[in-house]
């Protein structure tokens, strides 16, 4: 909401015999840093919303889609901005953004997310249920049975450097670079 009342203080600047609305530098730099500062959240909410409304198994297709409408198209808004800014004012520009930001309100307004989520399958209660597959009772078991088949067979191995067979501390043993049970130089 705030970057679609944003560019109306570029409009204030059309009134005739205005003194504010981007007719100062200060208000140029200003109104850019608040743009700035908001657009970046404006692209990853949007991504964050798209991403949840993408049906399960379909996220590669959609995201492909994605990137290329959205960077595809990125030299339009600039050329168009560019083409306004040059015929009339750059504050009529500046209504061409805001027609971008206040156009897709009403559809945000009214977005049930919850319906979408769970027609896209991703309802809480849907990716619990997903989960619960691949943590199932016999899955776990037999992870478990794996672990400790893993753990056995490195018991069963007997280290090479059990160094206190003939009295020596462990320390002494590696300082010396030899291996006590047969006495050949450690690699």
């Not at 705030?2 to 730099?29: D, N």
């Not at 009214?110 to 009772?137: C, H, I, N, W």
Request: net charge negative; no cysteine; aromatic share 10%.
């Amino acid at each position: 909401i705030f970057l679609s009342v944003l560019p109306i203080w570029g409009l204030i600047g059309l009134i005739p015999g205005s003194p504010v609305g981007m007719k100062h530098l200060p208000e140029i730099y200003i109104w850019s840093f608040l743009l700035a500062i908001h657009v970046g959240s404006i692209q990853s909410f949007a991504r964050s919303v798209f991403a949840q409304l993408i049906p399960v198994g379909h996220e590669s297709e959609f995201f492909a889609l994605y990137e290329v409408t959205d960077k595809g198209s990125s030299w339009l808004g600039p050329l168009i901005v560019a083409a306004v800014s040059d015929a009339t004012d750059m504050r009529w520009a500046v209504f061409y953004i805001m027609l971008f930001f206040v156009l897709p309100l009403p559809i945000i307004w009214y977005l049930d997310m919850d319906r979408g989520r769970m027609e896209a399958g991703r309802s809480p209660k849907q990716v619990t249920r997903r989960a619960s597959l691949l943590f199932d009772e016999k899955s776990l078991n037999d992870l478990k049975k794996e672990l400790s088949d893993i753990v056995d067979d490195e018991n069963k191995l007997k280290p090479i450097d059990e160094r206190n067979k003939n009295g020596r501390s462990e320390s002494n043993a590696t300082d010396e670079g030899y291996d006590n049970n047969n006495n050949n130089d450690i690699p």
